[in-house]
């Protein structure tokens, strides 16, 4: 329980999956605010932290087998993994939801006027996340692979142009928390993604697309926030000063 108490969540949560679906279930974000501690995250909550924690020691004592662990792959597979899985689902599903979401302001904005400010945050999180995706795609990931390269070589790494990796990390999590913040607002616009009494079929797969979005971006933002952006700053420092 100490353990626990003292632990930030993103680091729970990288340590066993599924503490996510704890947080998933009291609303506490793992990712984009994993750096707080339970008591923490449920500050300002009609939460209680002793029950959260006790409802997270039921998980993860669970007997039940557990979600791949992520937290044991060497980074260059886990940014290759990121890319291939996230990136891709992230870029497949943007102009199907664009198409969807514009096709619902036609039909019922006049009913439903917040259809266009779902509509307004999720065209400027595309934007944003495409170009986000390619800085870590051309740039970040790149250097990430170059740092296991030289750490399986044992040779130097050449200085890249961004001075330490802590930099475009910096970057990439404050834009992590950026687009946090717009789903936080398009899932409160939605009603948690939920379609009203007159909504026809095309709105409930339009918001049910929306919410599997969401979902897995929570969990693309934290794979990195929490296990591949500290993995990949401690090897650099670790070779950095190595003899």
């Known amino acids: 329980m100490e353990t626990i108490s003292n ?35 449920c500050e300002g909550k009609t ?39 996230h990136h891709r689902y ?9 198409f969807f979401l514009e096709k619902l302001c036609k039909v019922h904005g006049v009913r439903h006027p917040e259809l266009f400010g779902i509509y ?4 400027a999180s595309a934007e944003e996340l495409s170009s986000h995706m390619k800085k870590e795609e051309n740039i970040l990931f790149p250097f990430i692979r170059q740092l296991v390269l030289s750490d399986n070589q044992n040779v130097a790494f050449d200085e890249p142009h961004f001075m330490t990796v802590k930099n475009p990390i910096a970057m990439m999590m404050n834009e992590h928390e950026i687009e946090g913040g717009r789903f936080r607002e398009i899932s409160e616009m939605s009603n948690g993604y939920t379609p009203p009494a007159d909504g026809c079929t095309t709105y409930r797969v339009a918001f049910e697309m929306l919410k599997d979005y969401e979902q897995d971006l929570h969990t693309h933002i934290h794979l990195e926030n929490n296990i591949l952006f500290p993995k990949a700053v401690q090897l650099e420092q670790e070779l950095t000063t190595r003899v």
């Open 7 to 41: 632990t930030t969540i993103g680091s729970l949560v990288a340590a066993n999956f599924k503490a996510a679906s704890v947080f998933k279930k009291f609303g506490i974000d793992f990712c984009c605010k994993g750096n707080r501690t339970i008591a923490e995250a």
């Open 47 to 85: 939460l209680d932290p002793q029950q959260v924690e006790k409802e997270l020691i039921s998980v993860l004592e669970s007997k039940e087998s557990s979600t791949m662990d992520y937290n044991k792959w060497p980074i260059d597979l886990l940014a290759d993994y990121i890319e291939k899985t």
């Open 90 to 98: 992230v870029t497949e599903k943007i102009p199907e939801l664009l």
């Open 120 to 123: 307004k945050e999720f065209l």
